[in-house]
């Protein structure tokens, strides 16, 4: 048993008593410890964690963590004094032991328990504490492990820091070759590799991101600031100016930005209130449209800006494919709100505009005709951006999920391999320069499947949290996973 020396009060020399410690796997949120946690009886004997809050990286190693115990709330107990201390499902102690251990009090009333580590999952954990007097607890939090995000060109891209979860990914390819990968965290971090070095911090309070249809090496980003949210077109890249005109207290939730035929730029920005705004050639925003539940280009004409907005007698759509002329597509129930929008255009010239709505019902409008029930248990919907006529749709039944390609049409066959109890949360569909289909889901537990040419889902890795394609080589599938291996 090693020690570490600590002043005593009176300024002499004394030792704490050291317990090699635990380990931990668990990535969660930190809990502030603003005072010691202390308890004490009713012979005002008390104990406490003193040097909190604590937290601790998956697979890390934790701090020292001191407990102090008293006679009445001043006076340390005798050296000696044992102190139980139970670790929780999740903490060992250094040498991989779990469970309940007793340390001894040295002449301060402390002991150190040393060298406890975090598991390879994540959350908040409490360690409990106990004399023959007094008890006490604290709580760990244990961060996610450290983001590794592949690029889809065989690179493992690291540098997010633990505790940081991806909520988006985009990638894209300059004019010079040069790839570039953004993950923005759910804490609103942007972060960017170029040609799979590193993640840097590209910017803060950042809400949403997307590429420019028109332009997909253009990266478009929306910051909150005091004043308004900002947006940067990335037309210019670091050049590229302040978009403003929405107002403050507002959120950017959701980026859509084209070019017309006339080379006319637009960027679509929806916020936490519903409201799209819109800023054409880099003018200030101007309101487009209220009560817009969600937002989409359409994949065989990229300039056309397809709205979904709320009404009293159901949900209306514009399918921007004649500009503001658009008619109004209607046939969604009232009381139902679109939370998805896909648009296509087949070989045949044939227009397509695809809703979920909040129940998971799949609409869809064929030439601009009425909206009728395509699917129902309809989990997400996407194009392949091998074939962007071709539309993913993943369904729920009871002996799990299955996804039809598109790429058949009505004739796609079911595919199937993905466990019952599971639900398909996202898809991504490609297909490489070999002519191989690819059509990958992510479940609501994490975890993503691939399909190789329509052969049953096979599980391909856990714990991701994202899941795109980079728009300058979209055979290149991005996927940002939270996996530590202890």
């Given at each position: ?131 023959a007097d007094a008890t006490t607890t604290a709580p760990v939090s244990v961060l996610s ?342």
């Amino acid at each position: 048993m090693s020690d570490h020396l600590t002043d005593s009060p009176t300024g002499g020399i004394q030792r704490r008593t050291i317990v090699a410690g635990a380990s931990w796997s668990i990535p969660v949120v930190a809990t502030a410890i603003g005072a010691p946690l202390a308890a004490a009886s009713n012979t005002g004997a008390t104990l406490a964690f003193t040097n909190g809050p604590y937290s601790v990286a998956a697979c890390g190693t934790l701090k020292d963590v001191v407990i102090r115990a008293t006679t009445n709330g001043t006076t340390p107990v005798t050296e000696g004094t044992p102190i139980t201390v139970a670790l929780p499902s999740g903490l060992t102690w250094s040498n991989g032991d779990s469970g309940s251990r007793i340390v001894t009090a040295d002449a301060n009333g402390e002991a150190v328990l040393s060298g406890l580590k975090g598991t390879a999952s994540s959350g908040t954990r409490t360690i409990s504490a106990s004399t023959a007097d007094a008890t006490t607890t604290a709580p760990v939090s244990v961060l996610s492990s450290p983001t590794a995000v592949t690029d889809g060109f065989g690179n493992t891209v690291t540098g997010i820091p633990a505790g940081a979860t991806i909520a988006d990914v985009t990638g894209t390819i300059d004019a010079n070759g040069n790839r570039y990968l953004f993950a923005r965290s759910e804490e609103g971090t942007l972060y960017v590799s170029i040609n799979g070095a590193p993640f840097t911090v590209d910017s803060t309070s950042t809400t949403a991101v997307a590429t420019n249809t028109g332009n997909p090496a253009a990266v478009i980003r929306a910051i909150d600031t005091p004043t308004g949210p900002v947006v940067y077109d990335g037309l210019t890249g670091a050049a590229s100016p302040a978009l403003t005109g929405i107002p403050a207290g507002r959120t950017v939730v959701d980026l859509v930005g084209t070019i017309d035929a006339n080379n006319k730029t637009y960027v679509f920005a929806r916020t936490d209130d519903d409201t799209l705004y819109v800023s054409i050639d880099r003018g200030p925003f101007t309101v487009d449209s209220t009560s817009t539940t969600a937002i989409a280009t359409n994949t065989g004409n990229p300039a056309a800006v397809i709205r979904a907005i709320d009404t009293p007698t159901g949900p209306v759509v514009y399918d921007g494919l004649t500009g503001a002329a658009s008619p109004a597509l209607t046939g969604i129930p009232a009381g139902r709100t679109v939370v998805d929008l896909v648009g296509t255009i087949d070989a045949n010239n044939k227009t397509y505009v695809f809703a979920r709505t909040d129940d998971n019902t799949l609409y869809v409008s064929i030439d601009r005709g009425p909206f009728t029930v395509d699917s129902t248990s309809t989990t997400a919907v996407a194009t392949n951006t091998g074939n962007p006529a071709a539309v993913i749709r993943a369904i729920d039944t009871p002996t799990g999920p299955v996804v039809y390609d598109g790429l058949t049409g009505a004739a796609s066959p079911a595919l199937t391999g993905i466990p019952a109890g599971r639900t398909v949360a996202e898809l991504v569909g490609t297909i490489d320069a070999n002519g191989v289909t690819y059509v990958f889901a992510r479940t609501e537990d994490g975890s993503v499947y691939v399909s190789v040419n329509r052969a049953p889902f096979a599980l391909q890795s856990t714990g991701a949290t994202a899941l795109a394609t980079n728009t300058g080589n979209p055979a290149a599938v991005i996927v940002a996973s939270q996996t530590a291996t202890c």
